[in-house]
């Protein structure tokens, strides 16, 4: 069989033919004979030079628009009422850089206006932001891109789905 790897397993006769099985997200070939009680599976020779040949390409480098619902009301579960508010904001900034891929974050005021609308504990369940992955002009700072969060109006968060929105800038 060459220099690939091969593993023999015994009473296999359920197995008689040949083909390709998956054990472990590795792929094998199989070759079972009628008389036999033994199986042989034999390694699937990897691809040459993939993993070389291939660029890497990050897509945290490029610029996006999406619009996403935020459920804040499991997020918020267990804190206490002083702290509603601002762990909101918290928990916004951590859902942002999490889908984003930016540790620089910026939330817009109108947000901040609509999670504080109700006062420090009566903190909105849901809320509907559109997050934009921009270029960072500022050259002295350390981050290339930076995301924006903002509001975005809704009557009801019935059938919302994330949305990738078009730039419009």
């Given at each position: 069989m060459g220099r690939e790897k091969v593993w023999r397993i015994c009473g296999s006769k359920s197995l008689i033919g040949s083909g390709s099985l998956v054990l472990n997200y590795l792929i094998f070939w199989f070759s079972v004979v009628e008389d036999e009680s033994v199986?042989?599976?034999?390694?699937?020779?990897?691809?040459?030079g993939s993993k070389q040949e291939r660029k890497p390409r990050s897509a945290m480098s490029e610029v996006v628009t999406r619009e996403y619902t935020v459920n804040l009301h499991r997020?918020?579960?267990?804190?206490?009422?002083?702290?509603?508010?601002?762990?909101?904001?918290?928990?916004?900034?951590?859902?942002?850089e999490e889908q984003m891929g930016t540790k620089d974050v910026r939330v817009h005021i109108r947000l901040n206006?609509?999670?504080?609308?109700?006062?420090?504990?009566?903190?909105?369940f849901r809320v509907r932001v559109r997050l934009s992955r921009r270029r960072n002009d500022d050259e002295s700072s350390a981050d290339r891109l930076?995301?924006?969060?903002?509001?975005?109006?809704?009557?009801?968060?019935?059938?919302?789905?994330?949305?990738?929105?078009?730039?419009?800038?």
């Open positions: 199986l042989y599976l034999a390694m699937a020779p990897s691809k040459k997020r918020l579960h267990g804190v206490g009422f002083k702290k509603r508010a601002p762990k909101a904001i918290k928990a916004i900034r951590k859902f942002a206006e609509f999670l504080w609308s109700k006062g420090v504990k009566n903190v909105p930076y995301t924006l969060v903002t509001h975005v109006p809704v009557t009801t968060f019935k059938k919302l789905t994330t949305v990738n929105v078009d730039n419009e800038e």
